[in-house]
């Protein structure tokens, strides 16, 4: 692998980019990389510093932060994150942009499929040269904030106060509010059982909790880079829905377990109203992910917390005698 800036090239024959599975696996790959600079006859940058040019590099694929892809001549794939991508040339692969768009010139060729996140895909001509049966996989949808994260990633970690930031914590935190109150009326008993074990052995389950999380990164990312590109999806897919299953869950035992210990603290126990101690721990838990640079911690244990749940979840139907 070479790096040149935020310029990431991988030169030995790779697999194609494929829909997000490998599109979260490069971002794994590319920001774990240390930024040091190689030159790199086959890739420049314009004077500006905006825009990488890839010129005859047919067997790389190149990842890019930040920045615009100018393809001249020709590459393997492309992944630009932060940028738009240019086919001037061809790309015998996929190719792939986050926050930005897909632009292929008059006689330009695209031999793989074409995905974009937060963004569309430009053909100058009426037909553009594709490789037959390749899909365009388009997602239009936060096309300026994804730019700027991608430009400046610093953000995600400190975001702008704003009057829209406000109202967003509003609507996310009515949200969580309703979910968790659905989910402890349909399972009270799991619901409750996890409650109690956050608040008895919280270390410990996400201790459990991380180390699930770090066997699932690794799997991924294995199966991206080793199995046929079906499969590798296949076991992306699965992994994504235990991480979004687990954080759901995660989040509504600790709604429930952190409004109960703050309201037996502030009412001595008196007041067990599990309306209420959900509406509280809804409140801390969204004024919590909502401090610069503090909510990834917080993000990370909620996540690990509910992995570590799952894992740990007893099935038997008894709940709790002291879980209020």
Not at 206 to 231: D, K, Q, S
Not at 280 to 285: A, E, T
């Amino acid at each position: 692998m070479i790096i040149a800036g935020r310029c990431i090239i991988r030169s030995k024959q790779g697999r194609s980019i494929r829909a997000a599975a490998f599109v979260f696996t490069s971002m794994l790959m590319a920001f774990a990389a240390a930024e040091n600079i190689y030159g790199v006859t086959a890739v420049s940058t314009s004077e500006d510093d905006t825009t990488v040019i890839v010129n005859d590099a047919p067997d790389q694929e190149v990842y890019v932060f930040g920045r615009n892809v100018v393809v001249k001549k020709q590459a393997k794939g492309v992944l630009a994150i932060g940028g738009d991508v240019i086919i001037e040339g061809r790309v015998t692969g996929d190719v792939a942009t986050i926050g930005g768009n897909v632009i292929q010139e008059n006689d330009a060729y695209i031999g793989g499929d074409v995905i974009v996140f937060g963004g569309s895909y430009k053909p100058a001509a009426e037909k553009p040269l594709r490789e037959e049966g390749k899909e365009t996989i388009m997602f239009a949808v936060f096309e300026n904030e994804l730019r700027s994260i991608g430009q400046e990633p610093s953000q995600m970690l400190s975001p702008d106060i704003t009057p829209s930031f406000f109202a967003q914590r509003f609507v996310l935190a009515l949200f969580w509010f309703l979910l968790s109150m659905v989910v402890a009326t349909v399972a009270p008993g799991a619901v409750s059982r996890a409650a109690l074990r956050v608040r008895l052995t919280w270390p410990k389950t996400m201790g459990i909790g991380t180390f699930f999380f770090a066997a699932i990164i690794a799997m991924i990312v294995g199966a991206a880079l080793t199995l046929p590109e079906y499969l590798g999806l296949t076991i992306f897919l699965m992994g994504l829905v235990v991480v979004v299953l687990a954080y759901v869950f995660g989040r509504v035992a600790l709604h429930v377990a952190l409004g109960k210990i703050l309201t037996k603290r502030v009412n001595n126990g008196n007041n067990r109203s599990e309306t209420l101690s959900i509406l509280i721990g809804v409140v801390l838990l969204t004024v919590l992910l909502s401090l610069p640079y503090l909510w990834v911690i917080v993000l990370f244990g909620v996540l690990t917390t509910g992995l570590g749940l799952l894992l740990t979840a007893r099935t038997s139907s008894e709940a709790p005698n002291n879980a209020g």
